[in-house]
């Protein structure tokens, strides 16, 4: 099992930016696809981006391409989420989200060991 600790929100005006980390330990980090995901108030957790073992294949949802980017450094087993021109509807609880394979793509089928989740609060 990997447990994962994220960090890094909070509450922040429209158009700031945000840098959330999530820290593995645990099972191998390195071996393993990650990935952010979030969930609105009220709305179902929808995907944000994912990122291949080796940081070498990324995606991320629609909403937020052009404005956050998902990376990773193995060496401190840790990956990270840069938000910028943060938006009202940006605001959930953001996830992170660790599978036992190198690639696991947008589906939250494909993780296994979650976080607990850390508040982003985009204020108008």
């Known amino acids: 099992q990997v447990h994962l600790v994220e960090s890094g929100g909070g509450l922040v005006q429209s158009g700031a930016s945000l840098t959330l980390s999530c820290v593995a330990s645990?099972?191998?980090?390195?071996?393993?696809?990650m990935a952010w995901f979030r969930q609105a108030p009220g709305k179902e957790r929808e995907f944000v981006a994912a990122?291949?073992?080796?940081?070498?294949?990324?995606t991320h949802a629609d909403s937020v391409k052009g404005r956050f980017t998902i990376s990773r450094d193995n060496a401190k087993n840790t990956m990270y989420l840069q938000m910028n021109s943060l938006k009202p509807e940006d605001t959930a609880v953001y996830y992170c989200a660790s599978a036992r394979i190198r690639w696991a793509g947008s589906s939250a089928r494909g993780y296994v060991d979650w976080g607990q989740g850390i508040q982003v609060t985009v204020s108008s």
């Open positions: 645990g099972r191998s980090f390195n071996d393993n696809g």
């Open positions: 990122i291949s073992w080796a940081g070498n294949m990324r």
